[in-house]
């Protein structure tokens, strides 16, 4: 059953092709699709290739983070109220929108839930990465460039 959702959610990859194309075709600068809990926000910039933001519901992904951290991760026992950022996907983790820009967020910034954080790469798509939470950067947990797995941590936050 679940694998007939994934086959027609608004994740597939010819679905998202399509989109890019019916993009280029009528000249639109972004598309906002949502199905069930699920959301994809493709957007481009004059003369770039489109960008793909793909985003779970904020309540979802919250409690599921804090209720997997502590398993996953000895240390962090100490920050009781710190929560984490995690890569939606597999890909490669950019801390700025471009090579000679500064960085999307940066060790003490405070970030709201729609804050872009950081793009992940993956098959030359760049996902733009919301915070999800409210809160303020306590640690950044990965390079510029560095491969991520779906879930990994990214950022770890304390919560405001």
């Given at each position: ?28 600068r972004e598309v906002d699709l949502q199905q069930a809990e699920q959301r994809i ?88 990465i919301p915070a999800g939470v409210s809160g303020k950067i306590v640690e950044c ?20």
């Amino acid at each position: 059953m679940s694998k007939d959702k994934q086959e027609t959610s608004v994740f597939d990859v010819a679905k998202i092709r399509e989109l890019i194309e019916l993009m280029q075709e009528h000249e639109l600068r972004e598309v906002d699709l949502q199905q069930a809990e699920q959301r994809i926000r493709l957007k481009r910039g004059a003369g770039e290739a489109p960008v793909v933001s793909y985003a779970s519901p904020p309540a979802a992904a919250a409690p599921v983070a804090a209720a997997t951290a502590p398993s996953t991760v000895a240390a962090p026992a100490a920050d009781d109220n710190a929560t984490y950022i995690k890569s939606p996907t597999i890909g490669t983790f950019y801390s700025r929108p471009k090579p000679d820009a500064a960085d999307f967020v940066k060790v003490g910034d405070t970030v709201t839930p729609d804050t872009i954080v950081c793009l992940v790469e993956a098959m030359k798509m760049f996902n733009e990465i919301p915070a999800g939470v409210s809160g303020k950067i306590v640690e950044c947990l990965v390079n510029n460039e560095d491969p991520v797995d779906n879930n990994k941590p990214l950022f770890k936050v304390v919560p405001s």
